[in-house]
C-alpha cells in the first residue's frame, strides 16, 4: 500500500517537534496505535487530527494534503521532479498563472444568459475555470509557504478573512 503524503507530513511534524507516539497521543486525547496507524497510513487522518496540527504547529500542509486525500482532488504540495524546491520558482509560477487569468478573464462575459449559447463564448469559460485551478493551487501553495517560512499563523489569517467578508455582509 502506497503511503499517503499526509500521513508522512504528520509523521515528520511530529519528529521535528521532538515529540512521540505516546506523548502526541496523550495530546490529542487518542491512543498511541491509533497515532501510529494514521502515521501508517492504515487510518485516514480524520478532522481532529488536521485542525490540531494547524492549531499547534501552524502546518495547513497536513491538513491540504489530507483534504486532498479524502476527496480525491485539490491542493497539493509540488513534490515532483520538475518541481523546484525554491520559493522563487512557486512565485514565478503563480504570477505567470494571475497574469494569465487576467487576460482570460477580460474575454469571458459571465453575465450573459446560460440559455443564450450564442452570447457565451464556452471554450473561453472552460479556459478561465482551467487558468482560475491553477491559480487557487498556486496562491494556496503561496500562502502555505510564506506562512510556515515567515511564521505567520494561517489560521489567523483565515479567521481575519472571514471576519472581513462578515463585516462587508458577503457571508452569513
Not at 140 to 163: F, G, M, R, S
Request: aromatic share 8%; with cysteine; charged share 25%.
Amino acid at each position: 500500500m502506497k503511503k499517503s503524503k499526509a500521513a508522512r507530513m504528520m509523521k515528520e511534524t511530529r519528529v521535528r517537534s521532538g515529540k512521540t507516539q505516546q506523548q502526541l497521543a496523550v495530546d490529542m486525547f487518542q491512543s498511541r496505535e491509533y497515532i501510529s496507524k494514521q502515521e501508517c497510513g492504515k487510518r485516514k487522518i480524520p478532522q481532529v487530527s488536521t485542525k490540531y496540527f494547524v492549531e499547534k504547529y501552524n502546518n495547513p500542509w497536513l491538513a491540504l494534503e489530507a483534504v486532498n486525500e479524502y476527496v480525491g482532488w485539490g491542493i497539493s504540495r509540488l513534490d515532483g521532479p520538475a518541481a523546484q524546491k525554491d520559493n522563487l520558482h512557486l512565485q514565478i509560477l503563480l504570477e505567470d498563472g494571475l497574469q494569465r487569468a487576467i487576460k482570460v478573464l477580460g474575454n469571458v462575459n459571465l453575465t450573459a444568459k446560460l440559455n443564450d449559447m450564442n452570447s457565451i463564448k464556452i471554450d473561453d469559460v472552460r479556459k478561465s475555470a482551467e487558468i482560475m485551478t491553477s491559480v487557487i493551487h498556486f496562491s494556496t501553495l503561496y500562502l502555505a509557504t510564506v506562512c510556515e517560512d515567515y511564521e505567520i499563523n494561517w489560521q489567523k489569517l483565515w479567521k481575519d478573512h472571514h471576519q472581513t467578508l462578515y463585516s462587508k455582509r458577503l457571508l452569513n
